[in-house]
């Protein structure tokens, strides 16, 4: 596999995860730059062990393979044009767009021979994956309605079109029903690891009702804090006229119309296992106690 040299637009969080993929793969990855707004940031981003410029000729000058597009929700649309314009491939962080008339105008581009590929993931994740290849064997039938509490927005919508088979072909027209509520709850977690000092903060909590013009639904429900908490679960469930995708169990009638039932089991690669090793022995060091950080077994019951 040749070694692909890349470039990152945009010097925040999702920026420096692409700066360790190349660390870490030395063998399949070069990141020649992290191009930064200003010299302060650049100085920061050096002091990790990554390249940084402020000047984006210094990445037109190192021609690479492609370049990742990562600055605010805001600001992505019209800084993937500008790099599409400038003749690179381009991996776009999410959202590609914030309305309809920029993800059309993106889509244009691409029917026009732009390279453009989005950094939508969620599907892909081992456990979401595991269950969805579970649903197009057949298991649960035709997926007819789903409420999913995993993840926001445009992950969300990405994930509900894969479930309920509309993830190709023409867009459906669909009603929505919404609601936005504010909650407190305390925070026990965060980008930056765990936090135990009990503080209490407001998180919006967003449910929406979707029906589609070809009779599918999915109910969206989803709080602010929920990627970063111990005390938040994420849930999903599926349903089909055979069967039904309950977290990490398929349930499911079979050809002599027997109750059965499949666990699910995420193919992890090693470098996800590895991190999960790491991750844990972090939390041993800070004194952590296991019981609030590793997911409890449970048992489902066969359906009757």
Request: charged share 25%.
């Amino acid at each position: 596999m040749k070694k692909l040299t890349f470039s990152v637009i945009g010097s925040g969080w999702r920026a420096e995860f692409y700066a360790r993929i190349a660390a870490a793969h030395p063998d399949r990855f070069r990141l020649s730059h992290i191009l930064c707004r200003g010299e302060e940031k650049a100085a920061a981003i050096r002091q990790k062990g990554f390249p940084a410029t402020t000047d984006e000729v210094d990445i037109i000058s190192a021609k690479p393979d492609f370049v990742v597009v990562a600055v605010s929700k805001g600001a992505n649309f019209a800084v993937t044009c500008h790099w599409l314009a400038l003749g690179f491939s381009v991996l776009a962080e999410t959202p590609a767009g914030c309305s309809f008339e920029e993800l059309c105008a993106l889509w244009e581009l691409s029917q026009r021979g732009a390279r453009l590929a989005v950094a939508e993931q969620y599907f892909r994740y081992p456990l979401i994956a595991a269950g969805l290849r579970q649903v197009r064997a057949g298991w649960i039938g035709e997926a007819h309605s789903v409420t999913l509490s995993l993840c926001h927005d445009y992950h969300a919508a990405s994930v509900i079109r894969q479930m309920l088979g509309m993830d190709s072909g023409p867009l459906r027209d669909f009603t929505v029903t919404a609601s936005v509520r504010d909650y407190p709850v305390e925070r026990t977690d965060s980008r930056f690891g765990p936090v135990t000092d009990g503080e209490i903060v407001q998180s919006g909590r967003v449910t929406a009702d979707f029906v589609f013009d070809n009779g599918k639904r999915a109910f969206y429900d989803f709080d602010g804090i929920q990627y970063h908490t111990r005390i938040r679960a994420r849930h999903i469930d599926l349903r089909g006229q055979r069967g039904q995708w309950y977290d990490t169990t398929i349930l499911y009638s079979d050809e002599t119309h027997t109750p059965r039932r499949i666990r699910l089991t995420p193919r992890l690669s090693p470098a996800l296992r590895r991190w999960r090793r790491r991750s844990w022995r972090s939390l041993r060091r800070r004194g952590i106690p296991s019981s609030t950080w590793r997911t409890p077994r449970t048992s489902t019951p066969s359906p009757r």
